[in-house]
């Protein structure tokens, strides 16, 4: 599926920006273990598919963006050696 150079961009910063947060918010939990009861089985399910969510998002729209960017390149006409 072709996909816009502005959507990638965009896809790609949203994926980065939510998979970020996740982190952030992972580590928060870890730390504050001990004050904090466990969380169910199905909210880490959920955790761990929005992880692998952005992963995947990432991958995607970051290839799709280099894709734009190498089209790009190519119809460019290249500096004449003088």
Same mark, same amino acid.
């Given at each position: 599926? /072709?996909? @816009?150079?502005?959507a990638a961009i965009?896809?790609?910063?949203?994926?980065?920006?939510?998979?970020?947060? %996740?982190?952030?918010?992972? %580590?928060?939990?870890?730390?504050?273990?001990?004050?904090? @009861?466990?969380g169910t089985l199905?909210?880490?399910?959920? *955790?761990?598919?929005? +992880?692998?969510?952005?992963? +995947?998002?990432?991958?995607? *729209?970051?290839?799709?963006?280099?894709?734009?960017?190498?089209?790009?390149?190519?119809? /460019?006409?290249? @500096?004449?050696?003088?």
């Amino acid at each position: 599926m /072709r996909v @816009p150079k502005k959507a990638a961009i965009f896809g790609f910063n949203l994926c980065a920006s939510v998979f970020l947060g %996740l982190c952030v918010y992972g %580590l928060l939990s870890y730390a504050e273990g001990a004050k904090r @009861p466990p969380g169910t089985l199905l909210m880490w399910v959920f *955790f761990a598919s929005g +992880v692998i969510g952005c992963i +995947v998002g990432i991958c995607y *729209f970051g290839s799709e963006w280099d894709r734009r960017n190498a089209e790009e390149a190519k119809t /460019r006409n290249p @500096p004449k050696k003088t």
